[in-house]
């Protein structure tokens, strides 16, 4: 039977277990011995692993990437109140039920889906409501939206994602709102919700990880996103109107050099990049608190995206 992420313990062994790799590499310890270090993933979380020197006979990493799914037997450790792995037996597998293994958001996808309904319903712009009723009656649109991550690794990269990424960042904008009373509170709500839309279309399920489609590749999710909701405004939206919007989404990143064909020129647009930073920003040091000590003492991996480890004590 399956032992999920959520459910392990110290102390138990577990043996044949399946697990996805998220994230494989080897390292080399103080006295120089070679060691992996792995963050393995099912459908309640991410955990980090080891696989020591002495037990490589029995695990078979040569060729394991990314998006594989490994049978494992482990011994389950707790290193500075969080646990992982020890690995002493590991082999590849087909056999594995994908729906165990997809991570997943902790929250409920219908009602984190509402909850963004919810905001647009209360959007005071006709048109702007118009253009959320427009997109939100589209079905394959809202399968995919629903089920989207926010990105390919590091923040929000699960099924459900996305929607969380949204709501997060609606919280934080509406905070600053209530100290900007100037800014467009439609503007900011619709562009929290479909700054990243693009992400339906440039992310995909390759085995069990995320991978960018060849769309996302080539053209990328602010130009997808900008495209797809020009496809959708309803007739006589005000050319105004979506000169404002689409700045909102094609300058979310915020500087050029992260992706941003412009920088923000509005006031709504820089509370939209602000609140996406915030939430890109704590989430990379949650997962690094989550996934505990890494070489370092005291602190985690060194985290590529923030630029430093995080102090995990
Ligand atoms: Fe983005
Ligand atoms: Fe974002």
Known sequence: M?????????????????????????????KNNPYYRLTLQDRTGEIAAKIWEDDFANCHVRNVERGDVVKIDAQVQK????????????????????????????????QMFADIKKETDELRNSFLQKLMKNLFNDEDFVKRFKRSPAAVMVHHDYIGGLMEHNLEMINIAKAQLSSYPEASKDLVIVGC????????????????????????????????????????????????????LGHIIISHQGEVEYGSPIKPAMLEAAIVHGADYASNMAKQYQRALQLGEGKEPGFSEYQRWIKTQVYVE
Not at 7 to 18: A, H, N, R, Y
Request: net charge negative.
């Open 2 to 30: 399956k032992i999920f992420v959520e459910e392990l313990k110290e102390g138990e062994f577990i043996t044949d277990q399946v697990f996805s790799i998220e994230e494989i590499q080897q390292h080399k310890t103080r």
């Open 193 to 244: 919700i479909l700054h990243d839309v693009g992400k339906v279309f440039e992310i995909e399920v390759k085995k069990t990880a995320m991978q960018k489609t060849k769309p996302g590749w080539l053209i990328g999710h602010v130009v997808q996103g900008y495209e797809f909701v020009k496809s959708k405004l309803p007739e006589k939206f005000p050319q105004n109107l979506w000169m404002k």
């Open 79 to 110: 290193y500075n109140d969080i646990l992982q792995l020890i690995i002493q037996k590991l082999e590849k597998t087909e056999d594995y039920d994908i729906t165990e293994l997809l991570q997943t958001s902790d929250k409920d996808l219908d």
